[in-house]
């Protein structure tokens, strides 16, 4: 008994340091631009490199903040502005084309799923030049709402995959317990199908604002003007300038990274308390 517990012991420890090592491997390009948006610039260039900063210095924080020195605001709203516009229309159109190839009988029905997915046989660089076009031509070059339709177009597959994957898990039989009360098909998938789906919207709205969020190369595209550029595009042109601050630039890449980070840890709240148990009487 006693070979057999210090087995599990040994086998415990192994383990968790696997899963620590893993994690710091990880976390270590993370790590590694905490300690250089905390050093002072001499420290950030100088030699030998240290991970722990000599003197601490918060201060390339506050200015980030100050538009005089970095346009971080301005680009922060642009990048939210385009991640929550294709998060919701995506999550919208997701729940009624998710619901009509979930539940509704229509000719076409299956090759219409397939059709869905041939949008990724193409790399996003092959799909920009006729949506360039396209946008082009109804006015909306070097516009945000040119970057929101590239990435709705970009994630409604899988929004639409998503949904249909979760209405099919809910019982026919509330539908029609629906349909007794009275409720139209609106109704019904509003009102009885997103609730018992909420964990799977969630999710949606979740990868459809980290893609949008993210976006590097349709922004490039359609965004000319620095007053509409997302944070990726905003913080690659700073890079690019030879006054650019490196302890500057690491914390700005910190922050950018807290929407993702803050909303991931938020969803899977959302996603655990939501989860329901069956909602068929016997």
């Given at each position: 008994m006693k070979k057999t517990n210090n087995k599990k012991i040994l086998k415990g420890i192994w383990f968790y340091a696997r899963v620590i090592l893993v994690v710091l491997v990880l976390l270590?390009?993370?790590?590694?631009?905490?300690?250089?948006?905390?050093?002072?610039?001499?420290?950030?260039?100088?030699?030998?490199?240290?991970?722990?900063p000599r003197n601490w210095e918060i201060q390339h924080f506050f200015d980030i903040f100050n538009a005089n020195i970095f346009p971080f605001?301005?680009?922060?709203?642009?990048?939210?502005?385009?991640?929550?516009?294709?998060?919701?229309?995506?999550?919208?159109?997701?729940?009624?084309?998710?619901y009509a190839l979930s539940r509704l009988k229509f000719k076409g029905?299956?090759?219409?799923?397939?059709?869905?997915?041939?949008?990724?046989?193409?790399?996003?660089?092959?799909?920009?030049v006729p949506l360039f076009k396209m946008l082009s031509a109804i006015g909306l070059s070097n516009s945000r709402e040119a970057v929101i339709i590239c990435m709705i177009v970009q994630t409604l597959p899988t929004a639409i995959y998503m949904t249909r994957s979760y209405f099919d898990t809910i019982p026919a039989e509330l539908e029609e317990a629906g349909r007794v009360d009275g409720l139209s098909r609106m109704g019904i998938i509003f009102r009885i199908v997103v609730p018992l789906s909420m964990s799977g919207i969630i999710s949606v709205f979740v990868y459809a604002f980290m893609i949008a969020w993210n976006d590097v190369l349709f922004a490039s595209i359609f965004i000319d003007s620095p007053e509409l550029m997302t944070i990726p595009i905003g913080l690659n042109s700073l890079f690019n300038t030879p006054d650019y601050i490196w302890g500057r630039m690491?914390?700005?890449?910190?922050?950018?990274?807290?929407?993702?980070?803050?909303?991931?840890?938020?969803?899977?709240?959302?996603?655990?308390?939501?989860?329901?148990?069956?909602?068929?009487?016997?």
């Amino acid at each position: 008994m006693k070979k057999t517990n210090n087995k599990k012991i040994l086998k415990g420890i192994w383990f968790y340091a696997r899963v620590i090592l893993v994690v710091l491997v990880l976390l270590f390009p993370f790590i590694i631009m905490l300690s250089i948006s905390l050093k002072e610039t001499a420290e950030t260039i100088g030699y030998p490199p240290t991970i722990i900063p000599r003197n601490w210095e918060i201060q390339h924080f506050f200015d980030i903040f100050n538009a005089n020195i970095f346009p971080f605001n301005k680009y922060m709203r642009n990048s939210l502005y385009i991640a929550l516009a294709t998060s919701v229309i995506a999550v919208l159109l997701g729940i009624l084309g998710g619901y009509a190839l979930s539940r509704l009988k229509f000719k076409g029905k299956s090759l219409i799923s397939e059709m869905f997915f041939l949008v990724y046989m193409f790399s996003g660089i092959l799909l920009i030049v006729p949506l360039f076009k396209m946008l082009s031509a109804i006015g909306l070059s070097n516009s945000r709402e040119a970057v929101i339709i590239c990435m709705i177009v970009q994630t409604l597959p899988t929004a639409i995959y998503m949904t249909r994957s979760y209405f099919d898990t809910i019982p026919a039989e509330l539908e029609e317990a629906g349909r007794v009360d009275g409720l139209s098909r609106m109704g019904i998938i509003f009102r009885i199908v997103v609730p018992l789906s909420m964990s799977g919207i969630i999710s949606v709205f979740v990868y459809a604002f980290m893609i949008a969020w993210n976006d590097v190369l349709f922004a490039s595209i359609f965004i000319d003007s620095p007053e509409l550029m997302t944070i990726p595009i905003g913080l690659n042109s700073l890079f690019n300038t030879p006054d650019y601050i490196w302890g500057r630039m690491m914390a700005a890449s910190l922050v950018t990274s807290l929407p993702i980070v803050i909303m991931y840890g938020f969803s899977q709240r959302l996603i655990k308390s939501g989860s329901t148990a069956g909602g068929v009487k016997g």
